[in-house]
């Protein structure tokens, strides 16, 4: 497992959150159980009013649907730039190793600073 203090493991064992994930199920999980993630994610997300870090499309759109809070990959990259807590060259390296792994990104390997200045992320 890993070990970082900022991290916390959190079980759908409550009967909001075990209700809320049956939801996010019917609408998401298919016959390859795909997505069953995403459904914890939002469940928990949507019973503690947190925000879900979720970059799935369909799951987005799930979620927003429900009025779940959501946040992707890439924004918490910018946030976290933003508080000085990552690099724009750390992210770029990040992102660029994401598209190497065939993750789809808004933007070409190597152009995670252009396509940020050009949206005005920071």
């Not at 998401?28 to 997505?35: P, Q, S, T, Y």
């Amino acid at each position: 497992m890993l070990a970082c203090d900022w991290l916390e493991v959190r079980q759908l064992n409550t009967e909001l959150p075990l209700r809320l994930f049956a939801q996010f199920s019917q609408s998401l999980v298919g016959k390859d159980n795909r997505n069953l993630g995403e459904c914890s994610v939002l469940a928990l997300a949507k019973a503690e009013g947190a925000t879900a870090v979720i970059d799935d499309r369909a799951a987005r759109r799930v979620g927003e649907h429900n009025h779940v809070t959501i946040k992707g990959t890439l924004g918490l990259m910018v946030d976290a730039i933003r508080a000085g807590l990552l690099t724009v060259q750390l992210v770029s390296q990040i992102a660029d190793d994401l598209l190497a792994s065939e993750y789809r990104l808004p933007f070409a390997p190597g152009d995670f600073e252009i396509w940020a200045r050009q949206n005005d992320l920071f």
